[in-house]
């Protein structure tokens, strides 16, 4: 997610495929119609994230100091295997397939058109959660600070996105909880994955640790608010079904590239 969250290109790639693969199966010899544009759950409902967030840290307070250190620390990583995968999940729109191996099946708009719908909807409400703090704090990314490698491309858009909280980590948490109610025999690895996704902002140099941690926090704090809205139950319960019925019919990912992933994800990066 570049500028800011970038949560509308999520929410436009979800929410097409998705949108898609529902016409097809409403109307297979109807004319295709253009998905629907994710316009959120929450609205002018969601909670203000900002004050319920820690501050971000101050130049040269010890959270700060902590963050400069990590980064540091974490530049390590560059011809580290940890690297490759810190640039795969930097496509934020991803985290569905990234989280294949924690959920034992990929979600797809064949397999899981309202999952996926869900999942774009949701987009425009992780966004509104990570774009007002991010604004008001105007926190500077951690390799404007100091040198070292990052490993994605040093675009404008990317340096002028603030730094806290990290819409990635807000991201990957808010969808991570929401496949772990959807596959509660799977919370832990699904869980960790996620929490993997946030971190190797860290590990590509990008976001600071209290950014990272505040993105998880931002999460947590939307799919609470999410839970009390009558539509998002009723379609949490619709995508429990689809789940459970796209892990019985498979197939299961490529068992060896799922062990590589989890012997990677196993090391703590900082």
Not at 64 to 91: F, G, K, L, S, V
Not at 121 to 139: G, L, M
Not at 164 to 187: C, Q
Request: contains cysteine; proline residues 9%.
């Amino acid at each position: 997610m570049g500028m800011k969250l970038g949560a509308a290109a999520v929410a436009n790639a979800l929410i097409l495929v998705a949108g898609a693969a529902i016409a097809q199966q409403a109307a297979p010899q109807a004319a295709m119609t253009p998905a629907p544009r994710a316009s959120g759950y929450l609205g002018e409902s969601a909670p203000d994230t900002y004050a319920v967030l820690p501050p971000a840290p101050r130049p040269g307070d010890p959270r700060d100091r902590a963050d400069r250190e990590i980064y540091r620390a974490t530049r390590r990583y560059e011809h580290d295997p940890r690297w490759a995968m810190a640039q795969n999940d930097a496509n934020s729109a991803g985290i569905v397939k990234d989280l294949a191996c924690a959920l034992g099946v990929e979600l797809t708009p064949k397999n899981a058109p309202r999952t996926l719908a869900l999942l774009a909807k949701v987009a425009p409400d992780a966004s509104r959660a990570t774009n007002r703090p991010k604004d008001i704090y105007q926190r500077p990314r951690p390799y404007l600070r100091d040198k070292g490698a990052i490993c994605v491309p040093r675009d404008a858009s990317l340096a002028a996105s603030p730094d806290y909280p990290s819409g990635h980590n807000t991201w990957s948490w808010t969808v991570g909880l929401i496949l772990a109610e959807l596959a509660p025999d799977r919370a832990a690895p699904i869980l960790t994955r996620a929490r993997a996704f946030g971190e190797n902002r860290l590990v590509c140099g990008v976001h600071s640790l209290s950014a990272v941690d505040a993105g998880r926090d931002n999460g947590a704090i939307l799919v609470a608010a999410l839970h009390g809205v009558a539509q998002f139950r009723s379609d949490m319960d619709a995508a429990r079904a689809e789940v459970a019925a796209a892990r019985a019919a498979g197939p299961a990912p490529d068992a060896a590239a799922c062990a590589q992933e989890a012997a990677l994800i196993a090391k703590n990066p900082y």
